[in-house]
């Protein structure tokens, strides 16, 4: 290497006037002619990293002097000088020359290559200097890459690449790689013309015909030219100054550049993963667009099935296409390629919704309607069917709206017509329950999408369901979306407690951000219109003419007995006199419906300050206090009378306990026996109101509704019945399984639970939950506790227990009647076997008397359950006692003999 030495300071020759004091004087360096010697062959036989290169500045005199150092290397394979400027050469190093230059004492600084050089800003300024560093970066990277450069280096200029310089890098990149790829060319150009008449309808327009008769080169030329207009970079700074990109622009750009790299790729083209940025929220038809932009061609409707002959024909008119390629074509699957490669259009059935909707969505909309579906399908297997699709889109957008611009746009077009006649044909027929709730909720989304009459929100005709019946014989109403909200409220009241319909009540709540509402009289008739709907599986047009007679007669019942008061108690009553409708398809003949009509009768619960009222065939039970005092169910229109004839005020009953109660007994132990009175008097009048025997009587009144839990454990209602509201119903009694199935309150939701080895933490068991989650808890004779769970609810349960305690042992599906190891021990299993069920009935009575409802009820369920059991355990049981007796007679009488004889001995003896 050359060795810088400096001379002593000469006087500068022509400074000669002795008068001048000031001295001049410069340094004069000489170079030094020994050199260092090295072997450029060793540097070359290096073997070359993978790893990104390097970027470093050289000064010019150490590389311009023909056989200087840098100059016998510069050819090496992992050196590339890009160009020079200020007296600084910018060199590209591979990452394994380094440390051979550093030992061989070679200069060089490393810098960051998009940086201007200090000497460029004292000359150009700060703000020019750095853009034409941007311009020169990207035009030596471009060079570079455009001269077939090693790989590392193509990675050192992507890594060093800020934003404004990516594009014309990854264009110069995916150009190089086409140029490289000479046997793909055919390829593409007929995969453009492919596309192109895969995205048209028509294949005789001008446009088409132009584009079937351009050659190979023709159609590359768009190409050339697209590149050479993106890859350019302005190289005066003034231009530099105007050349900024929005970063939406640069993502389109982006984006345009990525459907090109997949598209050389399907064709066999290089594959690079660092230019796969496609952007979602782009729709088929827009990328579509821009492929074909290349040829000058407008599509209108996204890449689709077609007609692989007529399509065969048309290729056959195309020079790319002689008729040898011709006879061996699958279009068919060259058409899957195209959509499975590139974002150009949808599979045959791939959403199975209107074509005009799945046209204008993007693909990022188009991915998260796709796992809505799927979502919605997983818990409702049963309504899994194509024509369903489109129903659970029109709901799903209700909750996260991700389309509404789309669904706005088609609601007014021809197509969401087709739809809406198809949904009002489908409401008319009989359907299960969960497809009726779809059908009802998807036709109120659909009518949602356009925008309502502020002043339709009230019935045109005598009520909603009149206007709903209207509405299904295809007649326009200005109040429709306001009849379907109605409907889909009615639904909403009456399936939400039908089994195996929560879920899809849950959903349709969720849908429209409503909770069903409690029963408005004003209402009812809709309720009777959707309950004989969901009960015996009929369509509209049967069902709407039980509804009328159901409501005229009411009506009717009403006009003998008018009450104005809110509170009412359904009566279910059955009428011979429509006993004789019936509907009959091809198939078969089915009774309509049972023949029960239901009156709406107003009672009240009132307080008397008399011991003893009168009977009378307007009041259905009555209750004597301890404070000799009564508590009467009476017919409201009969208050008055009642009032004349006792001479007496009769007060509104409060269901809460008083406070000398409270002071004496505790609330807890007050509330109890309030809750037993008030139900005992309830079920008084059921149990002997010979009117009622064919049907249920349902309170519900504000105070006397909060015991309907309790009432279904305690009275049963025969399979016959069909009461109006399935929330509260009672319960069917199956007298050969000896077991309660309630309706509304369903017992197999509710396992129970055994808990051991709780310890201390016993007396935070009440915290755990809700009454609805543990109904109670109940301590065992083993120090166990004994708790009857909601099987949902079992989970959380278990995470809480184990963490406070992680040795309890928790024992779900617990068997009441299956004795311990303990009692087994203690008592040999056959008797344990038979006291164990004694004591989990004298437990379920216990409960029953004073337990809250829910509670009452589950253990009412599980005792009846467990009648013909002890009646069998009471045979082994009485079978075992003679046993053991007979054993102990045998005994005594063995003894008796041997003292006998004992005695006879002791005689002798003496």
């Given at each position: 290497?050359?060795?810088?030495?400096?001379?002593?300071s000469?006087?500068?020759?022509?400074?000669?006037?002795?008068?001048?004091?000031?001295?001049?004087v410069?340094?004069?360096?000489?170079?030094?002619?020994?050199?260092?010697?090295?072997?450029?062959?060793e540097?070359?036989?290096?073997?070359?990293?993978?790893?990104?290169?390097?970027?470093?500045?050289?000064?010019?005199?150490?590389?311009?002097?023909?056989?200087?150092?840098?100059?016998?290397?510069?050819?090496?394979?992992?050196?590339?000088?890009?160009?020079?400027?200020?007296?600084?050469?910018?060199?590209?190093?591979?990452?394994?020359?380094v440390?051979?230059?550093?030992?061989?004492?070679?200069?060089?600084?490393?810098?960051?290559?998009?940086?201007?050089?200090?000497?460029?800003?004292?000359?150009?300024?700060?703000?020019?200097?750095?853009?034409?560093?941007?311009?020169?970066?990207?035009?030596?990277?471009?060079?570079?890459?455009?001269?077939?450069?090693?790989?590392?280096?193509?990675?050192?200029?992507?890594?060093?690449?800020?934003?404004?310089?990516?594009?014309?890098?990854?264009?110069?990149?995916?150009?190089?790689?086409?140029?490289?790829?000479?046997?793909?060319?055919?390829?593409?150009?007929?995969?453009?013309?492919?596309?192109?008449?895969?995205?048209?309808?028509?294949?005789?327009?001008?446009?088409?015909?132009a584009?079937?008769?351009?050659?190979?080169?023709?159609?590359?030329?768009?190409?050339?030219y697209?590149?050479?207009?993106?890859?350019?970079?302005?190289?005066?700074?003034?231009?530099?100054?105007?050349?900024?990109?929005?970063?939406?622009?640069?993502?389109?750009?982006?984006?345009?550049?990525?459907?090109?790299?997949?598209?050389?790729?399907i064709?066999?083209?290089?594959?690079?993963?660092?230019?796969h940025?496609?952007?979602?929220?782009?729709?088929?038809?827009?990328?579509a667009?821009?492929?074909?932009?290349?040829?000058?061609i407008?599509v209108?409707?996204?890449?689709?099935?077609?007609?692989p002959?007529?399509?065969?024909?048309?290729?056959?008119?195309?020079?790319?296409?002689?008729?040898?390629?011709?006879?061996?074509?699958?279009?068919?699957?060259?058409?899957?390629?195209?959509?499975t490669?590139?974002?150009?259009?949808?599979?045959?059935?791939?959403?199975?919704?209107?074509?005009?909707?799945?046209?204008?969505?993007?693909?990022?909309?188009?991915?998260?309607?796709?796992?809505?579906?799927?979502?919605?399908?997983?818990k409702?297997?049963?309504l899994?069917?194509?024509?369903?699709?489109?129903?659970?889109?029109?709901?799903?957008?209700?909750?996260?709206?991700?389309?509404?611009?789309?669904?706005?746009?088609?609601?007014a077009?021809?197509?969401?017509?087709?739809?809406?006649q198809?949904?009002?044909?489908?409401?008319?027929?009989?359907?299960?329950?969960?497809?009726?709730?779809?059908?009802?909720g998807?036709?109120?989304?659909?009518?949602?999408?356009?925008?309502?009459?502020?002043?339709?929100?009230?019935?045109?005709?005598?009520?909603?369901?009149?206007?709903?019946?209207?509405?299904?014989?295809?007649?326009?109403?200005?109040?429709?979306q306001?009849?379907?909200?109605?409907?889909?409220?009615?639904?909403?009241?009456?399936?939400?407690?039908?089994?195996?319909?929560?879920?899809?009540?849950?959903f349709?709540?969720?849908?429209?951000h409503?909770?069903?509402?409690?029963?408005?009289?004003?209402?009812?008739?809709?309720?009777?219109?959707?309950t004989?709907?969901?009960?015996?599986g009929?369509?509209?047009?049967?069902?709407?003419?039980?509804?009328?007679?159901?409501?005229?007669?009411?009506?009717?019942?009403?006009?003998?007995?008018?009450?104005?008061?809110?509170?009412?108690?359904?009566?279910?009553?059955?009428?011979?006199?429509v006993s004789?409708?019936?509907?009959?398809?091809?198939?078969?003949?089915?009774?309509?419906?049972?023949s029960?009509?239901?009156?709406?009768e107003?009672?009240?619960?009132?307080?008397?300050?008399?011991?003893?009222?009168?009977?009378?065939?307007?009041?259905?039970?009555?209750?004597?206090?301890?404070?000799?005092?009564?508590?009467?169910?009476?017919?409201?229109?009969?208050?008055s009378?009642?009032?004349?004839?006792?001479?007496?005020?009769?007060?509104?009953?409060?269901?809460?306990?008083?406070?000398?109660?409270?002071?004496?007994?505790?609330?807890?132990?007050?509330?109890?026996?309030?809750v037993?009175?008030?139900?005992?008097?309830?079920?008084?009048?059921?149990?002997?109101?010979?009117?009622?025997?064919?049907?249920?009587?349902?309170?519900?009144?504000?105070?006397?509704?909060?015991?309907?839990?309790?009432?279904?454990?305690?009275?049963?209602?025969?399979?016959?019945?069909?009461?109006a509201?399935?929330?509260q119903?009672?319960?069917?009694?199956d007298?050969?399984l000896?077991?309660?199935?309630?309706?509304?309150?369903?017992?197999?939701l509710?396992t129970l639970?055994?808990?051991?080895?709780?310890?201390?933490?016993?007396?935070?068991?009440?915290?755990?939950?809700?009454?609805?989650?543990?109904?109670?808890?109940?301590?065992?004779e083993?120090?166990?506790?004994?708790l009857?769970?909601?099987?949902?609810?079992?989970?959380?349960?278990?995470?809480m227990?184990?963490?406070?305690?992680?040795?309890?042992?928790?024992?779900?599906?617990?068997?009441?009647?299956?004795p311990?190891?303990?009692?087994?021990?203690?008592?040999g299993y056959?008797?344990?076997?038979?006291?164990k069920?004694?004591r989990?009935?004298?437990?379920?009575?216990?409960?029953?008397?004073?337990?809250?409802?829910?509670?009452?009820?589950?253990?009412?369920?599980?005792r009846?359950?467990?009648?013909?059991?002890m009646?069998s355990?009471?045979?082994?049981?009485?079978?075992?006692?003679?046993?053991?007796?007979?054993?102990?007679?045998?005994?005594?009488?063995?003894?008796?003999?041997k003292?006998?004889?004992?005695?006879?001995?002791?005689?002798?003896?003496?």
């Amino acid at each position: 290497m050359p060795a810088f030495n400096s001379t002593p300071s000469t006087l500068i020759p022509g400074v000669t006037n002795p008068l001048d004091r000031e001295i001049l004087v410069r340094n004069v360096v000489e170079q030094n002619s020994q050199r260092t010697l090295f072997d450029a062959g060793e540097l070359i036989g290096t073997l070359l990293s993978d790893r990104p290169w390097r970027f470093y500045h050289v000064p010019a005199d150490q590389i311009e002097p023909t056989e200087s150092d840098w100059d016998q290397i510069r050819s090496a394979p992992g050196i590339h000088v890009a160009g020079s400027s200020y007296g600084i050469y910018r060199v590209a190093v591979n990452d394994s020359y380094v440390p051979w230059l550093t030992s061989n004492g070679f200069k060089f600084q490393h810098v960051d290559p998009v940086e201007s050089v200090n000497k460029e800003e004292s000359v150009q300024g700060k703000c020019t200097a750095p853009r034409n560093a941007d311009a020169r970066y990207i035009q030596d990277a471009i060079r570079a890459i455009s001269s077939g450069c090693p790989q590392g280096l193509v990675l050192a200029y992507r890594n060093h690449a800020l934003v404004r310089h990516k594009l014309p890098i990854e264009w110069t990149i995916l150009w190089r790689d086409f140029e490289c790829a000479i046997h793909i060319r055919t390829k593409l150009a007929q995969s453009l013309v492919f596309l192109v008449l895969g995205c048209c309808d028509d294949y005789n327009t001008p446009d088409v015909l132009a584009l079937l008769g351009k050659d190979e080169a023709d159609l590359l030329q768009g190409f050339r030219y697209l590149y050479r207009q993106l890859s350019a970079y302005p190289r005066n700074s003034i231009a530099n100054c105007e050349a900024g990109m929005e970063s939406a622009q640069i993502a389109a750009e982006f984006h345009r550049l990525s459907l090109f790299r997949c598209w050389l790729e399907i064709l066999g083209g290089k594959r690079d993963c660092r230019q796969h940025k496609i952007d979602q929220r782009y729709t088929a038809i827009a990328n579509a667009n821009i492929i074909s932009s290349l040829v000058g061609i407008e599509v209108l409707k996204p890449f689709e099935i077609f007609d692989p002959q007529r399509m065969l024909d048309a290729l056959s008119k195309s020079p790319l296409f002689p008729n040898n390629t011709i006879c061996t074509l699958d279009v068919v699957k060259m058409g899957t390629q195209m959509m499975t490669g590139l974002p150009i259009g949808f599979p045959k059935e791939y959403l199975d919704i209107p074509l005009e909707i799945q046209r204008r969505l993007n693909f990022e909309q188009v991915g998260m309607i796709h796992a809505q579906i799927a979502h919605f399908y997983r818990k409702h297997p049963s309504l899994q069917m194509p024509r369903n699709n489109i129903l659970v889109l029109l709901c799903w957008n209700s909750i996260t709206p991700s389309a509404s611009q789309v669904l706005n746009k088609w609601a007014a077009s021809i197509d969401s017509w087709t739809l809406y006649q198809r949904l009002i044909k489908d409401i008319q027929d009989s359907q299960s329950k969960e497809q009726l709730i779809l059908t009802l909720g998807a036709l109120l989304c659909y009518r949602r999408l356009s925008p309502p009459d502020p002043n339709a929100n009230q019935p045109i005709n005598s009520s909603y369901l009149a206007d709903f019946d209207a509405i299904l014989n295809f007649k326009y109403l200005s109040n429709t979306q306001t009849v379907f909200e109605h409907m889909v409220l009615s639904v909403l009241r009456i399936f939400s407690t039908v089994q195996d319909s929560e879920k899809m009540c849950q959903f349709l709540a969720s849908v429209f951000h409503i909770q069903p509402l409690v029963l408005d009289p004003s209402h009812e008739i809709s309720d009777l219109y959707w309950t004989r709907r969901v009960r015996d599986g009929l369509g509209h047009s049967d069902v709407l003419k039980m509804a009328e007679l159901d409501n005229l007669m009411a009506t009717l019942d009403l006009e003998k007995e008018p009450t104005t008061d809110e509170d009412w108690v359904l009566v279910s009553q059955w009428e011979e006199s429509v006993s004789s409708l019936c509907v009959s398809d091809d198939k078969h003949r089915m009774s309509p419906f049972p023949s029960a009509v239901f009156h709406l009768e107003a009672y009240k619960l009132v307080y008397v300050c008399l011991p003893k009222v009168p009977p009378h065939r307007d009041i259905l039970s009555t209750v004597i206090l301890p404070n000799d005092s009564s508590v009467v169910v009476v017919r409201k229109s009969y208050v008055s009378t009642l009032e004349q004839d006792l001479d007496t005020r009769c007060f509104p009953y409060n269901v809460e306990p008083s406070r000398e109660d409270v002071e004496l007994l505790g609330l807890v132990e007050a509330q109890h026996r309030k809750v037993d009175a008030l139900a005992r008097m309830l079920v008084d009048p059921m149990l002997r109101d010979t009117r009622l025997d064919n049907g249920l009587w349902i309170c519900t009144d504000r105070v006397l509704h909060l015991f309907t839990t309790w009432l279904r454990g305690v009275v049963a209602q025969s399979k016959t019945d069909s009461p109006a509201f399935p929330e509260q119903t009672g319960i069917e009694d199956d007298r050969e399984l000896g077991r309660i199935q309630m309706h509304g309150y369903n017992f197999t939701l509710y396992t129970l639970v055994r808990v051991s080895y709780l310890g201390q933490y016993a007396q935070y068991l009440d915290k755990l939950g809700n009454l609805d989650n543990i109904l109670s808890i109940v301590e065992l004779e083993d120090e166990s506790w004994e708790l009857p769970v909601r099987k949902s609810y079992l989970p959380m349960l278990k995470n809480m227990l184990h963490k406070v305690v992680p040795k309890c042992i928790i024992e779900p599906g617990s068997d009441p009647t299956e004795p311990s190891a303990k009692e087994v021990e203690e008592f040999g299993y056959e008797r344990a076997r038979i006291l164990k069920p004694v004591r989990f009935r004298n437990r379920a009575e216990c409960m029953v008397s004073e337990s809250w409802p829910k509670a009452a009820a589950f253990y009412a369920d599980l005792r009846m359950g467990l009648e013909k059991e002890m009646i069998s355990l009471g045979y082994k049981e009485m079978h075992m006692y003679e046993k053991e007796e007979q054993e102990e007679e045998d005994l005594v009488e063995e003894i008796s003999d041997k003292s006998w004889v004992m005695v006879q001995t002791l005689q002798l003896q003496s």
